[in-house]
């Protein structure tokens, strides 16, 4: 919710993006690997006519977007030992908005290339593999997660 907001008249909800990644290692220090990401945005307005402006014929405008997006990830590790990983990542891809609306006019579904940077991120082995990064792009800034 880092981008939510609401005030008088609109309302913008967010959800984090669910991501599923596969990487596998082909040297020391690069990963080749595969994503797919889900994220879900709610915005809701209300706007009222110039000659009913005093609130007595709100006009309704709601619409939720479903983003899909999948990414070739190419990760480079600086530091790797058994129980330690230090990366950075970029991702390659396609992203699908899908929206659900209700309102008067038809806003179209998007479908564009995207990206994900992975600026800094480090995964640690052991009992509970566990992950996290830093970067930019529709995955989110901050990711954490487990690895399995």
């Known amino acids: 919710h880092l981008f939510s907001y609401h005030n008088e008249t609109e309302q913008l909800s967010k959800i984090g993006c669910f991501n599923v990644e ?11 690997g595969l994503s797919l990401s889900y994220s879900f945005s709610r915005n809701r307005e209300v706007y009222f006519t110039l000659q009913d402006y005093n ?11 479903y983003i899909f997006s999948i990414f070739l990830n190419h990760k480079f590790s600086y530091i790797l030992n058994s129980k330690f ?5 970029v991702g390659i891809g396609f992203s699908y908005g899908k929206r659900a609306y209700n309102t008067y006019f038809v806003p179209k579904d998007v479908g564009y290339f995207d990206f994900q940077l992975g600026l800094i991120g480090f995964s640690l082995k052991g009992k509970i593999p ?3 990064e830093i970067g930019i792009g529709p995955q989110g800034i901050f990711k954490m997660g487990f690895t399995f």
């Open 55 to 65: 609130e007595s014929n709100p006009i309704f405008y709601n619409m939720d977007t």
């Open 130 to 132: 566990f992950f996290m």
């Open 22 to 32: 596969y990487c596998r290692r082909f040297t020391k220090v690069y990963w080749l």
């Open 85 to 89: 990983n230090l990366y950075s990542l």
